[in-house]
T-cell receptor, first 115, second 114 residues
Framework: AQTVTQSQPEMSVQEAETVTLSCTYD???????LFWYKQPPSRQMILVIR??????QNATENRFSVNFQKAAKSFSLKISDSQLGDAAMYFC????????????FGSGTKLNVKP | GAVVSQHPSRVICKSGTSVKIECRSL??????MFWYRQFPKQSLMLMAT?????????EQGVEKDKFLINHASLTLSTLTVTSAHPEDSSFYIC??????????FGQGTRLTVV
């Protein structure tokens, strides 16, 4: 069974500083995608970043980067230069490359950004 | 590109009535759409997978007669909550598969049954 675990229900960061959100997953598969989604108060799910498991290089999108440790099944999200607009729920998610039919979501981490 | 629109964003209905939620892919064709339910401060739980032109596949524990899904075209899937009860109150989110780009989410529908 595939499961996604986010062990930090809530975190806070000072504006302009860096924060790392943790995610671990459990799978016996080798070909999969990992995602971080942001859900602001509007509840719209927004894709932040995606990592293909077969790529060793960590994905980066502007201020967002991941630390993907495949052997450890760890996929953390680092937000640099945090902004007030980054405040949201962040969900880690997993999907098999060849099976679109299921996303497995973590329980989410609420990120607070302090001015 | 890859915009998914969900309507309505908010609906209040009386207990015992039915309510329909629409999910549209605006700038792409989606052969597969997904319906999720999200309880307060919880994650998204997949309810069903909707394939254009065929019956939806429901997750275990989801009542297919209560949550009717119709995917009549490549750009529209609907979720009808039949004979709604207060315990059906929740946030419902759809997502649509946009070929190799992955799945994109609608903005969600908050359903309140009174």
């Amino acid at each position: 069974a595939q499961t996604v675990t986010q062990s930090q229900p809530e975190m806070s960061v000072q504006e302009a500083e860096t924060v790392t959100l943790s995610c671990t997953y459990d799978t016996s598969e080798s070909d999969y995608y990992l995602f971080w989604y942001k859900q602001p108060p509007s509840r719209q799910m927004i894709l932040v970043i995606r990592q293909e498991a077969y790529k060793q290089q960590n994905a980066t999108e502007n201020r967002f980067s991941v630390n993907f440790q495949k052997a450890a099944k760890s996929f953390s999200l680092k937000i640099s230069d945090s902004q007030l607009g980054d405040a949201a729920m962040y969900f880690c998610a997993y999907r098999l490359i060849y099976n679109f039919n299921k996303f497995y979501f973590g329980s989410g981490t609420k990120l607070n950004v302090k001015p | 590109g890859a915009v998914v629109s969900q309507h309505p964003s908010r609906v209040i209905c009386k207990s015992g009535t039915s309510v329909k939620i629409e999910c549209r892919s605006l700038d792409f064709q989606a052969t597969t759409m997904f319906w999720y339910r999200q309880f307060p401060k919880q994650s998204l739980m997949l309810m069903a997978t909707s394939n254009e032109g065929s019956k939806a596949t429901y997750e275990q524990g989801v009542e297919k007669d209560k949550f009717l899904i119709n995917h009549a075209s490549l750009t529209l899937s609907t979720l009808t909550v039949t004979s709604a009860h207060p315990e059906d109150s929740s946030f419902y989110i759809c997502s649509a598969r946009a070929d190799s780009r992955g799945a994109f989410f609608g903005q969600g529908t908050r359903l309140t049954v009174v």
